[in-house]
């Protein structure tokens, strides 16, 4: 099954964002021990039950929300794939780059169409563009667009011409999913499956779609089943009413496993490319006394990244002590510059002349993020700094986070680090300008202008 989560989250580098946790989150499938077969079988008779354990409430993209990409991804297709950095065709069948480096000419397939049978088209990707930079429409990829102009050229080729060298445009094409313009939340695919049956809050039932441009599914039809709590999802597995089940808790690992249960601890591309995701929290520099460089230090310093994986996440994870996944090409061990240290942090307050702060966070109750959030509470307690937690839905977060119209701290997760790193330091999240944590730096511009 494809996965791809558009989802590692970011931070500018110097002090303005923490990188709080793991490569390897959140994309956790428990395999059911005896409905599990390692062999790949191309039978499309075949069903597939899967549990989530956060609630799909739409079948738009828009907002973005944790629970629902895996779902996404079979759902709509994008007009490449990125794998190591290496941008392959799909909807679009290959593309020409202008030469002063400043265009990219995308050609699509001939025949494509969505599954109600409406073509695809050059149009239907500027308008998909375009829908991404709408700021209603809550895009967690909404500045990377704002120096993209998409004109359709041709039925099946468009030009996309940019106001400055776009080193990321190829993740950037890899995480739009091209939706039916004007139906985004309808359900028609572009993907691999299409949509039988959708129950908002309780159930989705996709079968394989016929009129899919690349190979068929090896399954025919998957039903996804929500459940409210972990505890009764685990039990489902273990009772074999479903096969597979996403993001398990962490709470329940240790008796799936002694069920015979197999844990598949990351996202895999139909490419043979493994994927993670990251858990980072932005600051809003802005805020006094977040504004004082030493006090998002000592934030920093204070966190136990290894304590969160090895208990919170029950192992499931890697401490995490860059922006840049470390099994990424692009990663340099140089770079890795997060540390544990109580005492430094709470010498940076003292200097700060901050003995007992308290800070309010915003985040979603999804995990990893409500399996963070109580552990950092614990980490920031031992220096006397309050945390008061502020929970969200996610529209109200993708509304704040890109803005950077939080208070002081809010949670994110991205899945982009290892795939082009490139993609964050053009996001809204990493931008030397204009970015969600109002934080400014000559050294650092200059680093990513480079």
Known sequence: MRSRLAQSRRRPCWQSC??????????????????????????????INIGLTSAMSTLSPLPYGASNFEVYDLLYSTPVTVANGTPSPALAQSWTSGS???????????????????PITASSVVWNITWQEDPTNASHSLFL???????????????LTFTHSMPAIFGMLAALPIVKPNSAASGVSSGPFMVANFEPGTSLTVIANPRYWGAPPDAGKLVFTNYTDSATAGLALQSRTIDLLLLPAPSEVKSLKAAGDKILPAATT????????????????????LNDV???????LAFDRTRFVSTAMAGLGTPAQSVI?????????????????????KSLLQQAGESHLTLSIDTVSVLPQNAFIPVYQQDLAQIGVTLKINVIDPLTWATIAGPGTFPDLITQENGFSDTDPAINFGNRDLTPTNNSQHFTSSQYTALIQA
């Open 294 to 300: 030493r006090v998002r230090q000592a934030l920093s």
């Open 145 to 159: 667009w704002k120096d993209v102009t998409p004109t359709a050229v041709g039925p099946t080729t468009l030009k």
């Open 325 to 345: 996944a470390s099994q990424s090409g692009a990663y340099q061990p140089s770079s890795a510059t997060a540390s544990y240290d109580l005492a430094a942090a």
């Open 270 to 289: 139909s490419d043979g490319y493994t994927q993670s995701l990251f858990l980072s929290l932005l600051v809003n520099t802005m805020t006094p006394p």
């Open 100 to 118: 002063d480096g400043l265009s990219l000419t995308l050609h699509l397939r001939p025949g494509l169409t969505f599954s109600d049978g409406t």
């Open 18 to 47: 923490l990188v709080l946790a793991v490569a390897g989150l959140g994309v956790t499938w428990t395999l059911s021990a005896c409905g599990s077969n390692d062999s790949k079988q191309s039978n499309h008779s075949t069903t």
